[in-house]
């Protein structure tokens, strides 16, 4: 099986330091798919977006999205860090790196991790405003949920 390396973290993560580590030593990576998601500002009205996530829990179902995606593609490495704490508008929340000796499957993969990660992974959000004041928790979307649910169906190359 591909090495596979996950993290949740409060700190920043260096998106090109990572896949600089992903590709060390290696001439047999011949593609990295990469997929970098930031806090927006919503229209301005955001100061932040806490992040909860069940310690453990979390770094489980994101190795257990990771396996099931090394099973489905010839990956020959990946990398899912995902972010908690208060993160401003700007700020990096999760990287996911996919390599492969082929661009398909570093693609697929990448884009199969970041649709589990959004709806399987245990992780909360919760706006803080630009006023001071608290917002809500942010619901799930039904997106989200049809994006995963596309890969029931679906085999890899």
Not at 34 to 59: K, N, V
């Amino acid at each position: 099986m591909a090495p596979i390396r996950i993290a949740v973290q409060a700190e920043p993560f260096d998106a090109a330091a990572e896949t600089e580590r992903l590709l060390a030593g290696r001439a047999d990576i011949g593609a990295v798919a990469s997929f970098t998601g930031y806090c927006r500002d919503e229209g301005g009205r955001l100061a932040a977006l806490e992040l909860e996530h069940y310690p453990g829990m979390a770094e489980a179902e994101m190795g257990r999205v990771a396996a099931d995606a090394a099973r489905r593609w010839p990956l020959l490495g990946l990398t899912a860090i995902h972010r908690h704490g208060l993160i401003p508008p700007g700020g990096p929340i999760v990287l996911v790196l996919a390599a492969s000796s082929h661009r398909e499957a570093a693609f697929g993969a990448a884009e199969f991790v970041m649709d589990f990660l959004k709806t399987r992974a245990p992780f909360w959000k919760r706006e803080h405003l630009r006023d001071g004041t608290l917002g809500p928790w942010v619901e799930a979307k039904d997106t989200d949920d049809r994006a995963a649910d596309r890969w029931a169906a679906a085999t890899s190359p």
